[in-house]
């Protein structure tokens, strides 16, 4: 049999999904990159839309979907807050209508398909580092709940799909990654603190800075959720994915003020509700089941994003399109 496979990614135009067919497509795969491009845009797959394994469909993952595939990557959903929380109802929907449909298409098809969850499902956590065992502190009726209960709602649909219709699914627990193609106005605090300080503007801490967050670069998260879709299939997880050095958010400020030999000052700004105050994740089953653990310091990927900003045009990217 071969083992060049028929793959589609939701959500493969955003900042990782972009990276993950590229990824794919380098090995050959015949890539459907499927997005709506309500976070991302075309320029991020650009280059690989010349490539024969490659192809691209506008579609909204909350309409259901005719294709024939052996393996889904379900990455679409806005991530950063100020895009899920743009339109709630819409976030909502396309994390449980998206899981319902790339499901549905699995159990037709008989693919494997990959949930791409987050460490938000464990809300404000009380338990610090954050294991796969932990149910998480979510508050179902905040600012936040739009995402975190979508996802934890994807989680139990993606189970249930499995214990009861035998799908051969995985899930994965993102937690916060960054890199080269992060959307610059997607409010997320590396893309805000590298944008402000490359433009010498202040740099907006929310809080008192002392909140925590574990920052993974981008090929190491990538990395890992290669492995884990080509894991065992009675391995569904979830299964944490993030790097575990833990920092301070006033420490990355001054971070990317030290790397980009900024001027920029630190200002404070009111903490928004719900803002977890730490965040780390526990990888010990990663490393048992993958020999997965990041290789890149939070210093060498700031390095390597800041260089990306530096090249980009921010002209050319617009905030989210409110007509959707
Ligand atoms: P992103 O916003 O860059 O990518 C999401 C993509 O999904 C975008 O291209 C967007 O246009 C698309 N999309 C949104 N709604 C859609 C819909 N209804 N139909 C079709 N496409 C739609 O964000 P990202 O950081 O690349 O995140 C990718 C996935 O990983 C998301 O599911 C996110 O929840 C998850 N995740 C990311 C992080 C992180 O730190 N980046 C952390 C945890 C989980
Ligand atoms: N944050 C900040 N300044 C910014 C953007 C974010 O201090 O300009 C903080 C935010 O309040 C949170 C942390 O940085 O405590 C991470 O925010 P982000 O939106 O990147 O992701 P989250 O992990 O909260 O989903």
Not at 6 to 15: D, E, H, N, S, W
Not at 110 to 120: F, G, I, N
Request: proline letters at 7%; aromatic letters at 8%.
């Amino acid at each position: 049999m071969s083992s060049i496979k028929r793959i589609l990614v939701t959500g493969g135009a955003g900042f990782i999904g972009s990276h993950l067919c590229e990824r794919l497509v380098a090995g050959k795969h015949d890539v459907i990159c499927l997005d709506n491009f309500f976070t991302s845009q075309k320029t991020n797959v650009e280059h690989l839309l010349s490539k024969p394994n490659f192809e691209l469909i506008r579609h909204d993952i909350t309409q259901p979907i005719f294709l024939e595939v052996d393996e889904i990557f379900n990455l679409a959903c806005p991530a950063a807050p100020g895009h899920y929380q743009y339109n709630p109802i819409k976030t909502m929907k396309t994390s449980v209508l998206g899981a319902i449909h790339t499901l549905g298409l699995a159990k037709r098809c008989r693919a494997k398909v990959l949930q791409a969850s987050t460490s938000e499902v464990y809300g404000d956590p009380e338990v610090h580092p954050q294991p796969e065992s932990y149910r998480g502190a979510v508050n179902p009726v905040g600012p936040r709940s739009c995402y975190d209960e979508g996802k934890r709602a994807a989680e139990t649909l993606f189970a249930d799909y499995h214990r009861h219709n035998n799908v051969d699914v995985r899930i994965v627990r993102i937690f916060n990654t960054y890199g080269p193609r992060m959307h610059p106005f997607d409010g997320r605090v590396v893309s805000n603190f590298i944008r402000q300080a490359l433009a010498g503007e202040d740099i907006t801490i929310f809080g008192d800075g002392e909140q925590t967050r574990s920052f993974c670069y981008l090929n190491d998260l990538v990395e890992g959720i290669v492995r884990m879709m080509n894991g065992p299939s009675d391995f569904i997880g979830p299964m944490n994915l993030g790097n575990p050095g833990e920092f301070t958010i006033r420490e990355l400020a001054e971070l990317v003020i030290e790397l980009t030999d900024s001027r920029s000052k630190l200002v404070q700004r009111p903490l928004p509700a719900d803002d977890p105050t730490r965040r780390r994740p526990d990888i010990s089953l990663a490393k048992e089941k993958f020999d997965w653990e990041p290789q890149v310091e939070l210093r060498e990927g700031l390095i390597k994003t800041i260089d990306w900003f530096k090249t980009i045009n921010l002209e050319e990217y617009r905030a989210p399109t409110p007509n959707y």
